[in-house]
């Protein structure tokens, strides 16, 4: 069988009080995400950046598991700490991966990928607190932003299958279903 290629985007950010995830929280996640596109794609390749609120020990930690678990020929990590004197690549990785996976702890870089009509998954939504909860219901419901521990092969064989071309109706549709 033919397996496809494929480029994830891996967005870090940091917790909050609205979603206190910690990194093993994180790590467990990526882990499981990671490995099912190890098994179902061909050479994958992870792009990854955190964020300028990314603690430099949490941004240290997520290198860490990048050098263990994903073959230094498929990853690329961008971190503000690091690379002072290169542009962040946020908006090329937005518009160059095929899946792109985020924490829940930012709504803007979720409500961004969301937008792109590219397949989300959501990593440590469930720590997600309060207002939150509904905002991410919602756009599971209208966007498929996918929690991280419902991302599978057979999930990831009827992406392959389908695009999402209708994600601005969904934008909407998530917006009037929050301001209701």
């Known amino acids: 069988a033919d397996l496809p290629e494929v ?5 870090v950010g940091s917790p909050t009080s609205k979603c206190p995830w910690i990194f093993k929280d994180l790590a467990d996640e990526l882990e499981h995400v990671v490995r099912t596109l ?5 050479r994958p390749v992870f792009f990854v950046t955190v964020s300028r609120r990314t603690s430099k020990k949490l941004a240290q ?3 860490g ?5 994903i073959p230094h020929h498929q990853r690329y990590l961008y971190s503000p700490t ?11 990785m937005l518009r160059g991966s095929k899946i792109l996976v985020v924490t829940a702890d930012s709504v803007s870089m979720t409500s961004e990928a969301s937008s ?3 397949h989300v998954i959501v990593a440590c939504r469930k720590r997600v607190r309060g207002k939150f909860v ?3 219901d919602v756009l599971e419901k209208f966007c498929g932003a996918l929690p991280a521990e419902k991302f599978s092969e057979d999930i990831l064989k009827n992406w392959g299958k389908s695009s999402n071309e209708n994600f ?3 934008t909407r549709k998530v917006a009037q279903e929050l301001f209701e």
């Open 38 to 42: 190890q098994r179902s794609t061909r």
């Open 61 to 63: 930690e997520v290198e």
């Open 7 to 11: 480029s994830v985007s891996i967005l």
């Open 134 to 136: 509904k905002f991410f």
């Open 168 to 170: 601005l109706d969904d």
């Open 65 to 69: 598991w990048l050098e263990r678990s």
């Open 116 to 118: 792109t009509g590219k």
């Open 82 to 92: 690091k690379s002072d004197s290169e542009p962040n690549p946020y908006m090329h």
